[in-house]
């Protein structure tokens, strides 16, 4: 059996092998690693057939979609989870099979509603129910400390003590524990009452996650991060860098178009030479006015260089060909000391 770690920040993910047959799942994959769980994957000769999150994670991007559609594996999820794409949704006990391993699913609710723990000889991957030396957090969307109480205390603290723990965090790059070292040592799980448990969950202050709504918005609908959105508008057009538009503009040719998408406030305080003003919020309702001419060379340009790359995505989108935007905004404009006028 190989267990392979991956670590993003605080964020544990894991990939599960079974050397017989060659074949593996990915636990709480993300996005930023996709590339680490393909590289690992085929180091080992590992066919990955499930891509498993543990619950609805409010703190990354799951990529677990990703994955099973590049790998075409399946999405597991709990059946509790809100992700319409989810293809195999498991109830307790429910029981997974990767070649020659038995995985058996563990509705552990607390953290989340449909947090899942994963059992798999003596191994279990404990999302983020228990976690080295702490538990998951309740305060989200979801959580709940009773639940999470009968979750521990009635299940995964009785299995057997030797069983290592694989949590969804650990930022302490603690390499490993198990449940009975946890319940020596982990000081959450010293209140064994559930009233000062649940008092005690309740009293926890933490600070919220970045990317908390952005993050549970992105894995629920399995829909875009802004950042996913800004990348693949700037892979669908080209730029236009600073020194050439300049020296385009000094040559006074009549061949392209600059339009300013900023508001007019912005625009009025300083703009390129002879810039068309024409804000983000009206492009599309303009454009057919604007540029009779599909074929002309339009460079848009806004004061940090993404609005202006949404907005050139959108006119390719509409079928001008030859938009552009300035690689770099008014900002880095200004600060390269071109030409203005206001
Ligand atoms: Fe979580």
Known sequence: MIIETIEVGGCRSYILGCTDTHT??????EISAIERYRGLASQHGLALRYAIDTHTHADHFSAAREIARALNAQVVMS???????????LDDGDMLIVGGLRMRAMATPGHTADSTSLLVRDHV????????????????????????????????????????????????GRAGSTIGEEIATNPRLQKTDRAEFVAMMRALNISAPTHLTEALRVN??????VAQLLSEASGAVPFMAMDELARRLTRRQNDLIVIDVREKEQFDAGHLPGAMHLPRGQ???RVNDAFPDPTVRIVAICEFGKISTLAAATLRALGFMHAAALDGGMKAWREAGFALES
Not at 79 to 89: G, T
């Open 283 to 285: 492009l599309e309702l």
């Open 79 to 89: 059946h509790l989870s809100a992700a319409p794409f989810v293809d195999l949704r």
């Open 24 to 29: 593996g799942a990915v636990i709480d994959p």
């Open 125 to 172: 991957f404990t999302g983020d129910t228990l976690l080295i030396g702490g538990t998951g957090r309740t305060d989200l969307p979801t959580g709940d400390p009773d639940q999470l109480y009968d979750s521990l205390f009635s299940k995964l603290l009785k299995l057997d003590p030797a069983t290592h723990i694989h949590p969804a965090h650990e930022y302490k």
């Open 220 to 225: 629920m609908s399995g829909k875009k991060s």
